[in-house]
């Protein structure tokens, strides 16, 4: 799969494009079935399926204000979605003031230029886009008719009873309702991050535990979970807490994913960390001792390994 970072480097594809156009944060089954269009499109007709996204979300630079502290799939975990969908390419706008300052038909105009062979564009029926929400499924239908592509719009996605959308999803992950995000994004959902070195103190609890900085991505409840780790391409059940550790933390200690993967004992700082929450097995505590943290954690490793 290609990807580029400007829809300009779209004129180096010399075939007919099938496209996708929106944020897509997390890759939901929303999103799924806009992609879908553009690559049965070009499975039917011949030429290429491409996704094309922004970075950062727009929300970032049009009100910030509003906009999540945290997403559910940084870049290049969602490069790795959309290469599991069998999108031939993927580009990666990048959205800045510039770039947000045209109108709707600027921006398809310029896309339509750059993109010469543009077939296709895929959208939600709902979606609108461009300076001032001025571009819509309507509007966009028009000027495909002009610059020589087809409009596929799909139908809004519902799970119980209501849309699908990359906000939704967020709340029920902080809800820790991860069946629910499950449900929406088709696939568990897992968050990539880190490892970093910590106090190396675990080790002497006898527990020892790979420190995750996430990616930016929406984390669930602060507590202990069971979880399945992905580490150098492998899967492995592991027990993970996540908060500040107040029992051996200052207060406003950074919030660390802590994982102790089981059967596992190789220095992994630096590298990249999978993880999926199987399980919410209690709160995170402040103990009065470290004996007292240390039985607690003999108890949450007994639990987790008893239900694998
Ligand atoms: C399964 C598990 C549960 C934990 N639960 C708590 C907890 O409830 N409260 C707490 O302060 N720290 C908790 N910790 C974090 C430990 O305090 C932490 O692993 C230890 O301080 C080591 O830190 P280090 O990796 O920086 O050396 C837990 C760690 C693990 C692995
Ligand atoms: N539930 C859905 N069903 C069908 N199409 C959808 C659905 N959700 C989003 N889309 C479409 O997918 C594309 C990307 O959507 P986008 O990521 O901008 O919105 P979203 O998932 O609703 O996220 P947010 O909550 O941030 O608005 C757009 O074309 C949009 O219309």
Redesign the pocket.
Known sequence: MRVFQDIRELSELDAPLHLALGVFDGVHVGHQEVIGLAVNGAKRKGGLSGVLTFEPHPIRVLAPERAPRRILASIDHKIELLKDIGVDFVCVQKFDKDFAARNAEEFIADLAYYADELKRVAVGEDWVFGRGRSGNIHKLREWGGELGFVVDAAAPVMVDGERVSSTRIRQAIRDGNLQAAHDMLGRQYTVVGTVIE??????S?G?P?A?VVAHNEQLPPD??WALKVEVAGKSYQA???L???????MEGARR?L???VFGFDEDVYGQVIEAEFLDY???????DSIEA?KA??ED??NKVKSTI
Do not use: C
């Open positions: 910590g106090r190396k103190l675990a080790r609890l527990f535990t420190n507590g202990v027990i993970g807490n908060g500040r550790r107040p029992t051996v933390e660390l802590e994982v102790h097995i209690r709160p995170e505590k402040k103990f943290l607690q954690i949450d490793v």
